[in-house]
Structure formats: C-alpha cells, structure tokens
C-alpha cells in the first residue's frame, strides 16, 4: 500500500526484527521441498498465481522468523515476527473432511495392499493423489479460494510474506512428516492407520492381519483399470494386478512368466579404450604423483586390456 505522496507506507517499519530459536528452513539456497507431497503443495499454490508473493517470504522462512507452527484439522496456526514489537498471528484454513468421506477413503485404501503398505510404513505414495481425486476429495486445494488466509500484519496483499513465510516452513513440515497433510485434511495418524489395520484384518481370513499383497517380479499383460473388489476404484500399482488370478491355471503356469512381446535386441555396445576414465579426471596434483603417475596408471590400464582379451580368446 502507497501514501498520497507515492511512498510506501509499511516503509517506517523498518526490517523484521531478528529471533532466536525460531523455525529455520532447512533449505539454505534454492527450491524449498523435497518429497513430491510437498513440492505438490508448492506447485498447487504457484499455479494460483501466488509465485512471485511466495518468495517474499522465502528470506523470512530461512532466517527463522516463524516463532511457532501448528497443524489441526482444517487449520493451520503460526506465529511470525515481522517489524513490531508483537509477532503476527497466522492463519490458513482448508476444508477438513468429515468422517464419512474419511470412511470411504479409508476403505479404498485397505482394499488395494500397495497402499496399506505403504501408508503403514510411514510413507504417502504419489498414487494417493489419484486415489483421493477418485474419491471426490481431493488432496490438495483445488482453488485459491479454498485456502482461508490471514494474518495479522497491516499488509494488504494475500498472501503476505508472513503467511508465505508459513506456508514454507508447511512445506518443509509436511517434508518431515506426511502424515501432516492428511491431519490438516482432518485424519490423525494413528486413527488413519489403526483404521487400516482394523479394516485389513477384517477383510482376511479368520479376522487375522491381511499380508500386503506381493507384485510379480515379471512383466505381466496389463489389466483392465476399472474398479476393484466391492466397485472401489482401483490406483497405482493395483492397476496391474486387476484381474489377475491368485494362483494361474495348470495350463499357463510354463507360460507365466514369459513376456507378453518380444523384447528388442540388446542395444549395441560403445567400444572404448582403457585410457578414458584417466583422460576424463585430467592429470592428478603433484602431491599423489602428478603427470607420471597417470602414464604408470595407463600403462597399466592396457595391460589390463589385453589379458581380458586373451581371457576372452576362445582358442
């Protein structure tokens, strides 16, 4: 925001003031993200528009200017320190969904092993995604619109580098723990996986623990992607097990692991002499042997060369 004479008028509040024991980025230089989920939730809100304010608030998330950082159901709580006295209370809220949207995702998730196990392991496959669209209920936001942002700095613009800031340092907590994401969508961890085992369990024989089910170490013919067992959509690497029978017929057990096609000839090999890797790392320093080790080193090299050719003489 300007004054009348063309001034800014956030100017008289100076530089944010230094904090001590704040939430730092862990990035020092470059992108902020590094597992698909959260470089997902940065690209999500770069596709809003919001690029160029993002990075204003890159700087205060690498010099810790979060004081605190909360995940809930629907709402994401923090504190930054900006120019005044008293940090800015932070707040970004994203529809959680209810228990019987839950209930549904949670039942496609137990149906398809890939995703128990992984989710059990402590890990969110980039399958969910496409797991929770088909559910109706997406992931990410969808829209700008479905994030509820304020801050309680006098700046204007949405987002501020106070909210940036926070939406940085999410990014970096949902990188920490993935589970992050699904509790602001609005299911905890331990109730989602107590629910995973509950139902995998249910759906074994004798009520015992459902072991994830093993993909084929071959190729095998595709199968058709539609729905699962009980209509449920079918995602990831269930797809390719669709269809297939537990145990295959007598009559195609010879045949089973065999490719579907015909695999191409083997590429041609690039033929190279024994002095590439040397002419590649260029001449040691003098203190490992300099210009004379590498012609000690090359002499050698074809030596070598020439007893793994004799090796392959067949004569």
Known sequence: MTTPDGGSRFAEFGPPRRVEGGLRARSTRGAIGRS???????????????????????????????????????????????????????????????????????????????????????????????????????????????????????????????????????????????FQLLHWRGRARGELLDRLRTLRGAAAPGGAPAEPAAVPDGPVAPADAGSGPAGRPVAGAGRVLVGLPAVPPDDEVDRFWVHPVALPDRPPTLATGPELLLRQLGPPGAAIGGPGLVERLRRAYREFGREAAGSDDPR
Request: net charge negative; with cysteine.
């Open 36 to 178: 698909w989920w959260s470089r997902r939730f940065l690209e999500v809100l770069e596709s809003f528009a919001l690029g160029t304010r993002l990075t204003r608030g890159r700087a205060y998330a690498r010099r810790g200017q979060v004081l605190r950082l909360d995940v809930a159901p629907g709402l994401v709580t923090a504190s930054v320190q900006g120019s005044r006295p008293d940090p800015y209370p932070v707040r970004i809220g994203l529809a959680a969904y209810p228990d019987e949207v839950w209930e549904r995702i949670e039942a496609d998730l137990a149906g398809q092993a890939f995703f128990s196990a992984r989710l059990l392991a402590g890990d969110l496959p980039a399958e969910l995604e496409e797991l929770f669209a088909a559910a109706e209920a997406p992931l990410f936001p969808a829209a700008v619109g479905e994030l509820d942002q304020h801050c309680g700095c006098p700046d204007f613009a949405v987002p501020c580098k106070h909210l940036a800031a926070t939406f940085y340092l999410l990014a970096e907590a949902f990188d920490a723990d993935p």
